[in-house]
T-cell receptor
């Protein structure tokens, strides 16, 4: 099955700086890669996703890049704000099993003033 | 994701007891999922169902059981065979059709062992 690795496990940045979280996946046929944000005690919320036919996608301060050859994808948050503090999870969709996602272990992002 | 509800918010289980977690969705989604989340870890898939009356084991199905008798409902039973059930349980659903893979999560149930 699919295996997703996520780094770093914790990340501290100053307000206004950029944050980058990286994930690698093992199944070269995986074709859908969502990112979720989870605040303490809350449900994960989808913040951005990308499909394998696209190399980059941007939504305001958030962007995701995908390198299919290297089998890795990254989340970029620019101009970070305190409300960006949360745990972020990447995931990859396995082929052959409709919508089954494999998640990374999460990155705890802390934005300091 | 406001169309997915889970109950109860907190659940306490005694040794040797089976408990059932409820998950309901009114999004008309075909697919539903159960995940377990432990502190500092990602989401691990317990069971998933792509259609009514059908479900498959995920990565950590031992000690759990599910049913999918209605499209809207996907209850999870934590049996006495699950020796370490303390965790945050999240239910999710997705349209399950073609390229609509986005999963939407419920608010979760925190299960604690007395």
């Amino acid at each position: 099955g699919e295996n997703v690795e996520q780094h770093p496990s914790t990340l501290s940045v100053q307000e206004g700086d950029s944050a980058v979280i990286k994930c690698t996946y093992s199944d070269s046929a995986s074709n859908y890669f969502p990112w979720y944000k989870q605040e303490l005690g809350k449900r994960p919320q989808l913040i951005i996703d990308i499909r394998s036919n696209v190399g980059e996608k941007k939504d305001q301060r958030i962007a995701v890049t995908l390198n299919k050859t290297a089998k890795h994808f990254s989340l970029h948050i620019t101009e970070t704000q305190p409300e960006d503090s949360a745990v972020y999870f990447c995931a990859a969709r396995e082929t052959g099993t409709a919508s089954k996602l494999t998640f990374g272990t999460g990155t705890r992002l802390q934005v300091t003033l | 994701d406001g169309g997915i509800t889970q109950s109860p918010k907190y659940l306490f289980r005694k040794e040797g007891q089976n408990v059932t977690l409820s998950c309901e969705q009114n999004l008309n989604h075909d697919a539903m999922y159960w995940y377990r989340q432990d502190p500092g870890q990602g989401l691990r898939l317990i069971y998933y169902s792509q259609i009514v009356n059908d479900f498959q084991k995920g990565d950590i199905a031992e000690g759990y059981s599910v049913s999918r008798e209605k499209k809207e409902s996907f209850p999870l039973t934590v049996t006495s065979a699950q020796k370490n059930p303390t965790a945050f349980y999240l239910c999710a659903s997705s349209p399950g059709q073609g390229s609509q893979e986005t999963q939407y999560f419920g608010p979760g149930t925190r299960l604690l062992v007395l």
